[in-house]
């Protein structure tokens, strides 16, 4: 059987959300920031930083192996995201339309 990964659960505004791989590096190079350190900053500063973007469709990059690594761009919202969130057309700079999360 195969080992579960290592998860911590928290509870934002009434709503259970699990992060995978709390002690993943995000960052190592210059500082050693995990996956759960950029998750608890990014809930400390987003009052500020969700009233900015609020309404507007986002481009989301994934950086699977860390910030240092390559980066992607997902093709389309997740399914599985779908049920949580809203998404909306944007423009992209070849003139076609991609489906993004707005905030």
Excluded: W
């Excluded at 590096?25 to 608890?40: E, H, N, P, T």
């Excluded at 998404?87 to 905030?103: F, H």
């Amino acid at each position: 059987m195969a080992k579960e990964a290592a998860s911590e659960v928290l509870s934002i505004e009434g709503r259970e959300v699990r992060v995978t791989h709390p002690d993943k590096l995000y960052f190592s190079v210059q500082a050693r920031i995990s996956k759960l350190d950029l998750v608890r900053y990014y809930l400390s500063v987003a009052p500020g930083a969700l009233g900015a973007i609020q309404d507007r469709p986002i481009v989301l990059k994934r950086f699977v192996n860390g910030a240092e690594s390559e980066a992607f761009l997902p093709e389309a919202c997740a399914r599985a995201a779908a049920l949580l969130v809203t998404s909306g057309n944007a423009v992209i700079p070849s003139g076609r339309t991609a489906e993004e999360v707005v905030v």
